[in-house]
């Protein structure tokens, strides 16, 4: 420690000279040396104000941190699931606790002895804290099984976040407490201090005369120095910083940040969302009491850079330095608007757009004239501007068909359509429980059922799937391997249809809407969806040709097991039929026609969801076992069999 490494040498000198001058026959120290320890305990006293204020600063900075953070666990106490299905919220816990923590242990490392020898800097906190580089930027030391489950796909998932976040809060709150008493012990060995210093400060050659003073100064600088040496040199709150190395292999990964942000653009994209309007909080029309900080929006920016997508990192560039403009710096991670505008200005130079670029540089560089960057810049985007390029054509976005997921879109819509109450399928089961019926599309067959699940059931199978999530996977085509897409992101689990009471009486219930033969067909699968959580428009056959050889999945079942405040609809894009999850109702449709062909008009959507943690259950039936309860009509125009 600086500080420390300061006391030694002095200290060391001091009793070489006394020494020198005890042995030149003079028998004391002569009242001109004892004069210039007074000098020397001066200094010392300096630095050790120096530290002091140093640490102050730490324990205010912390302070003001785990404030903030209270407020936010109050927010999200009464429902953390609730609290994170809003991805404005969800994606900035995800971002702080990648970077915000990492800083916090940093800092707990860093000496404050050589904290206090910078201190003269404008700012000694923003020095330690350079290392943040991009928002893809991380610690590879953190590459663990954590990061390979991908929480940031399951809103459930991301729950546990919430929890580490507390601990790690009161964790920071213990390590202040002991900053605070090591805080306190040395203002009060200051203040003592200074009282004496008081004494001899009008006329040091009088105070020293006196021997009584001499002999408790030379006492005081040769005992009470060594022991301040050996506290201050001492870091406390050890355990605590322990801790947050051992929680840093938990903490969300580059990979997590990645999966936010892909849901996050998809959102932005598939809804037509202005940068704006959502670091605001305004989704869709619906406006949240949540937003972004300067933080979030540059690393949107960045990740629209990576994508080639240069129009939409401009206007999240835009916001973020509006933002900063009107709030105060982060004293954690330090966000200045040079350097967003450094960002802004390397977008525009990317789309061949020097003008725009330029026109940025002049505004920044009135603020600093002499910033090396912004000249460096300013001659590239000269240099720019002598050749006439064209600019670079922005990148096509979501498939048009996708924008559908509003349920907004105009176009063709079957007008043969109606409600009633299915009372025959062939189960008795109806004729005493009707079950109400929508039918979406008769060719091909969609329809919803209502009320088909109780909630009893569905809190019963969401309980028994959570333990069990794990990132879902997708398959290119029959008997490929399972591979982690993000066409697909959310957790899954398959149940057995026997594996408890809830999943007995769906199963039942889809034989008595259906009439089916579910014997042969696939087990139930439950799925979770994260951030932006989606699925990528595809069909759910198993095969890309006919084979009349080989089993198909003839229809698919989707039990919504939660409402979804916002967004997450199923989306028939080839139909324009778009459904709303609704707890308890269940949307069934056929995949093949009554002829037993493909019927690709069945390719759908799972919109990514705005707001709300998405839990649906699917079951696909297969085509065998059907030769009576569906047989194959090749005059018939629909697959319904209306009993």
Known sequence: MWFSLRVRIVLTALSYSFWVEANDGKGSYSNLGIKGLIDVDEKLLSQMVDYSSVLQKKISLMRRYIALMRVKQTHAEPDREQYMANPLQSYSLIHHMHFDWTTWRRLMEQSLGRAAASSHTPNMIRSTIIFFVGVLAGLDSFSNAQSREHPARSIYKLREYLELQGNLVLNLEYYVYHLEIKLHKIQEALLDMEKVHALFEEDKRA????????????????SDWMKWQLYLSGDPGQEQLAYMRETSAYLPTKDDIADALLGMERVRSVYGLEPQDMASGLLSDVQYDSSFSPHDCRSLAEYSIGMKDYPTAERWLQVAISLLQDRNEDPVVPLKIIDVTQILVESYRAQRNPWSAGHILEAALKLSPFDARLLRLKEQVSTDL??????????????????????LCKGPRNRHLHCFY???????????????????????????????????????LRNTSEPLLHPATT????????ELSNSRT????????TITEATRRADRVLWDVTGLNLSNSEMFQVNNYGIGGSFMRHSDLLHSE????????????????SDVPHGGATLFTEL????????????????????????????????????????????????DGQAFTKPCHTKLKSPMVMA
Not at 386 to 407: A, F, S, T, W
């Open 207 to 222: 105070f020293v005369s006196n021997p009584v003073n001499s002999f408790s100064l030379i006492r005081h600088m040769h």
């Open 386 to 407: 002598m050749y006439e390029v064209p600019l670079k054509p922005r990148p096509k976005g979501v498939p048009d068909q996708d924008h559908c997921c509003n349920g």
């Open 422 to 460: 299915l009372t025959k399928r062939g189960s008795p089961f109806l004729l005493l429980a009707r079950v109400r019926t929508e039918i979406l599309s008769d060719d091909p067959f969609i329809a919803l059922y209502y009320d088909v699940l109780t909630h009893s059931d569905m809190v019963s």
């Open 475 to 482: 398959i290119q085509y029959f008997n490929a391997p399972q």
């Open 490 to 497: 959310a957790h899954f689990v398959w149940l057995e249809p």
């Open 546 to 561: 006919r084979n009349y050889l080989v089993r198909e999945r003839i229809a698919t079942a989707i039990f919504y097991l």
């Open 576 to 623: 324009n039929v778009t459904v709303f999850p609704q707890a308890g109702t269940v949307l069934f449709w056929y995949n093949l026609a009554h002829s037993g062909d493909h019927d690709m008009r069945t390719r759908h959507t799972g919109c990514p969801v705005i707001v709300g943690s998405k839990w649906m259950m699917t079951r696909w039936i297969y085509d």
